[in-house]
């Protein structure tokens, strides 16, 4: 369809008030799933956080790699085992896990570059930029006592130091951050990103925290997909989850929306990372795709 | 017409190259004419003046009046001659046209801070922002001789000091500057809007001089409005001039852009500024919407 | 009289320790009334405001013009109703206020530029230094019940914007404000000057607000020009207000000098704005010559 | 050996002159072989760095990785052939090179954090640090034809962009640099590492360039491990190598270095890297243990 | 003896983290005693001066001089009367002191900028930096009742104006500081080095004081050298003096430190100035060759 | 006489051209003679350049002192013999020398301080502010030979490194300089003040030198006071020294006031420094009192 020029003008004014509204904010951006795979979907998002950043906003993105990691272990013949979910993850798994995300972390940067961004990738063991500390899996016997069992490197998140990223922002880049965190000796956790993505937009004051999915966004019934609730106070939260309404999946996500505007953050997005500029539309549009939590 | 999310987001990414480019780049805008005559125009053209600041770069507007003086001359019941196209300017007339452009100067200024921008209205007065002398009215006797008439006080402008534009510019304000300079006594003298914007773009060592006019632009011939030419070069000017195609009224504002592109600006624009929005077409899409001229 | 050289070197030291005391202070002088009509007066009052800022001080002029106002309007035939002293102002009448006091307030600050100080002329519509709302006229009934009228666009300041005074003021202007608030639409509203200078003052965290009178000061007898008070406290304004020996046009002023020592001024002082350098002697001397305000 | 109070006052004193010297210099130190793979030489290689950044001088590292991506190679099975010294990089390659580089990278920022420095791990890849193309691989055929090999993603360096490098540095950082550059396209191209050290020296205006090696240093005799050459002047080094008395694996670390002189900095050095502490011995005392090249 | 360069590196490791603890700190040192009469332990503690200084520390200098100004009071012929261990100062003796202590100051200043820093020698009459007030001498009479008598211009310490040790040492500088306060007619008084050593540590924020004497420290059994106490709480001191096994001239250093813990310094340190770089041991290693005074 | 306000007026805006003139200048002071010894000249003299300071130039004073050396060196009993004026100065003089002027030096600043301004009184020792060397006597034998002698610790500037006093003026201080030069080996020279003062002025781009003596100023006939020669070109200077008319003492003065100018100096100022506020008068006034270098 070709669009007149006026056409296209009204759509430049219509981003003007949220150009406005953002101007000099920090806006952390989760990135993962499909976004990550499909090539024009990647060209998409990077676009959208360099626009960003041309226009006066701070992005920040977070990322994970779960089918990468999957890929190279499966290469290596590596077989993982899971406890509730968490990957079991023993010195040799953390090795790949490293190396896998840390490619991609540069990859990410390469790509912001050549879109016209300037990106630097980072992780928690730059600068100390957020240390961890070792995560207890947990089960529960059949009887219903729960049980903690060591799931190897798999680590939660103890100080988030935003200084290197407060420095990089200042200077005009954007910070790309791969979920491994610092531990005390050294020695890298693997981490959930979304957490990481949550925890850093609370350390940095953040203004808004973008988690980009593969769904439509929380849906009220979970059958229909045409059903995604817009806008969610924090406090309904646990009522909702609750219900049992929600999907597994979404539970942790929606639950590190909360932490992060328990936070300060000013409000959360689940966004569906599968439609084209969904960061782009939900920052500078007035259309919702996906749901947004709000204080 | 409704247009689809991801058409909106195809506009802003068109947006994207430009808004690079301009990044901290000072385009300087002579308003006047219908564009400032129609609430909607002038409404689009400030808006499009406060989005090009959110975006980075730094809007200078130079506006004119000639309309608003007219009135209030009549009003006043106060008539003038003209010599080659030049208002003799008495003492009583540059009285008024002060009244009536710094009331329209502090008027736009008012509505770029209500659409979300932070204007400041400026004259050659301010701190000697620009000055000037005196210039003849030139007329020419039956036998072709050349004779100067006093005009009153119509000037010419002699230096421009940037330094407060600088000052307001990097403060994050939007200069709004009416078209009187500053003469040797303290005195005002009149002085034509376009030149004025030309000077400034040159001493700012402005990227863009854009001038907005009633028409759609230099027409190859005048009788064809569909006869635009879209880009011309600064060299080319002289010849086409003489070529008599062009009409009387363009011929002035072709030579500001000339001297605007010999004193250092990249490029100048003669805009048609009944088209909504046609500075944002201008900078930030592939439109053309008048005539261009480059080095 | 020929001064010796060791007279004059006498002079320039007695001003030291005032120099010493406002060094980086900021003094807002509400300018008007005769000084402002009277050649030389005029001259006298803009170099004692250029000498205060090249010995370090930070002087603010806001300016009145009434005779200017009533001029115009009388050649454009208009006339003007009162409401208890306030001019019903309507919209044409308000044109015409904007427009003579945006000559004027140009004028002051071309001047200022050739005596060698550098000035920026500003008003309310100025990066929305300054906002204002309706003020209600108010009349009394015949059987003493207070009325209030529409009285046109006359307007109450709501609040004051500093940046813009600040950032000019710190790269070395003088502003030379014009009392014209920014209504909620962008219409201007007329405002008192010595409310406008109060409370510049005061948001600006002035240490004095002088305001130049036509009369030698306050007196403690209306009918002895020789009665100047030189000193009141400001907790005994309203007492002395209350004796009813004070002229009705000076009231106003006072309880200018009131609100803005509450609001944190320092000083406040009506100065005889027909004694030539009455600000520099007030400033820079031992002398007085007017009333002072102090807390 | 228990050293007196003041015998270790008297090595801290000796150290002065040295701090004086280099107080605000950039050393760019080329890090690997033993010295990366010993536990011990690897923590004292980073103390060394960190004891540099804390006394005023700003060390930027480039490191190796040679032996863990053979090892990673080995593992998946991978076999590498080689021209004229050079490993055929293909694509799946090159993936293997940049997550153990990767990986590697992250590692030395952990470990020199853990000391008390503050470290970021860069590539080519970040903001563009530095971009490069491919290089052809050379065979020469019987006859001596010299002949062109495509050997995959071996780049050379085109560009180096210092910005960020400098950035970090004046923020109190140690950057850690792999030795991927930015493809055109946005891949990556292994190069040199000693290269990449020494176009970094260059680029960055560096005082030093440090080669961590496994030996003696370059030895005027090759049988003879006690002959280094302490000192050689750069324009000395073509003659030498000319003699053919210096070993293969040296030459091209010497040209690296020559070419760094060439560039502006002012001193390089083969150090042996085996030595503990050879850059602090290097950099703060009187001893030499290796080779330095002078202008 | 002959140290290895292995030994080398391990000193100068060793003072790693007391470089990394005390980066940025501000250090005052009482400089007096011996290690100013003695060319070798001067030359020794202005060397760790300027390498304090050179590895990110803040040291400033307070010293004495009561030697050289005896030697000038003899030569002049000129006797001192004492009361109470105070020098009766009369403004002759003060001429004396402010002279011999001036050229002595600048001489400190000489010698640390021969050495390699750069260092300004100021007094209390400079920029005011501390003011002073005169202190009576008091004595006792036979029957216990105490005295106060006029013992001249001795002065106790009433205010310091950090400001210009904040800019001296921002600067870069090191600032020597002699102890003669400023009176409130300009004159100066004569003040105890080590008291104004510890009101500057408090007045700057300082992290530690450091007062050099020519005694091992403070003593548990004054009889017995070896005896040193290398700790002491603050709070224990005044018990300790009760005891009466504290020598009489160490009782007022102690309450120096005392007074300047009780003001925010970190630690305060009684060292023995004849120790070869006692201060670079203090301060860089383990050693311990005095008493620190602790919260 | 009582002058009225009006005429204090005048005196203060006579002086408005100079402050504007010289606003941000540096002027360098060489203050001796009379006006060091009389109470009220030297209140005077200081008090001028505590004005200057506060109306934005920037005064440095370099000060003698030979009446109080010769007092201090009469009362040790110590005697001087010359060499062609210049004082044989052996060490223990030039501890005397040190010693008088190091503590004139910090009174010049008290005194300063007191009256209001900030000073920081310094030496060639600081900071190497300037150094110097050796300087022969010169003696001629009856046969017209020159024959160099050891006068002893007089000296010569050979480098001024003005870094300091920028550093201190640039904070709002006024540098109070004494004429003593940091020798080679850390040994204080002798240096005539006026010399230091013209190599001040020199390195720091000074605006003025002026050289405060006993007389009215150069004379073009030496036995009549009231020739005063008020303005001098530096090209004629050689020309008028040849005619013999100038007194001997006024010769080394005329011949530092052309090196100041040959330096880049704007102009300098031999003034009469028993007339009170000289400085004051010549720096605001348009009465000279001297005679003016100009180029």
Redesign the interface.
């Known amino acids: 369809?070709v669009?007149t020029?006026?056409?296209?003008?009204?759509?430049?004014?219509?981003?003007?008030?949220y150009?406005?509204q953002f101007?000099g904010k920090i806006i952390v951006v989760k990135y993962g799933g499909h976004a990550m795979l499909n090539c024009e979907l990647k060209e998409?998002v990077l676009?959208d956080l360099?626009?960003m950043k041309?226009?006066?906003m701070h992005p920040v993105v977070v990322h994970g790699g779960g089918p990468e990691i999957n890929k190279?272990l499966k290469?290596?013949g590596k077989e993982s085992s899971f406890v509730n979910g968490l990957r079991v993850t023993d010195a040799e798994t953390m090795?790949i896990v490293?190396?896998?995300l840390?490619?991609l972390?540069?990859?990410i940067?390469?790509?912001i570059?050549?879109l016209?961004g300037?990106?630097?990738?980072?992780?928690g063991?730059?600068?100390?930029l957020f240390t961890a500390v070792k995560r207890p899996g947990v089960v529960w016997s059949a009887d219903g006592i729960k049980i903690e069992q060591d799931i190897g490197l798999v680590g939660e998140i103890t100080t988030v130091n935003p200084e290197?990223l407060f420095?990089v922002l200042k200077?005009g880049?954007i910070p790309v951050v791969a979920p491994?965190g610092?531990g005390p000796?050294?020695e890298?956790y693997n981490i959930n990103a979304d957490t990481v993505a949550g925890k850093i937009a609370e350390a940095l004051g953040g203004d808004k925290l973008i988690i980009l999915t593969d769904v439509e966004g929380i849906l009220s019934n979970p059958q229909d997909k045409h059903s995604v609730i817009s806008k969610i106070k924090v406090g309904e939260i646990p009522a909702f989850i609750a219900t049992g309404k929600i999907s597994g999946g979404m539970i942790p996500k929606l639950e590190c929306c909360r932490a992060a505007l328990e936070g300060g953050v000013k409000s959360a997005h689940i966004l569906d990372g599968r439609?084209?500029?969904a960061i782009?539309?939900e920052v500078?549009?007035d259309?919702g795709?996906g749901t947004m939590v709000v204080p």
């Open positions: 369809m669009l020029a006026v056409e296209k003008a009204g759509i430049l004014v219509e981003a003007l008030p150009i406005k101007y998409a676009t360099v626009l041309y226009v006066g190279m290469r290596l090795e490293e190396m896998v840390g490619r972390n540069k990859e940067a390469a790509l570059n050549r016209g300037r990106a630097v990738g980072l992780w063991k730059d600068a100390s290197l420095s200077q880049y491994i610092l000796d050294g890298g439609v084209l500029h782009l539309l500078f549009t259309e795709v």
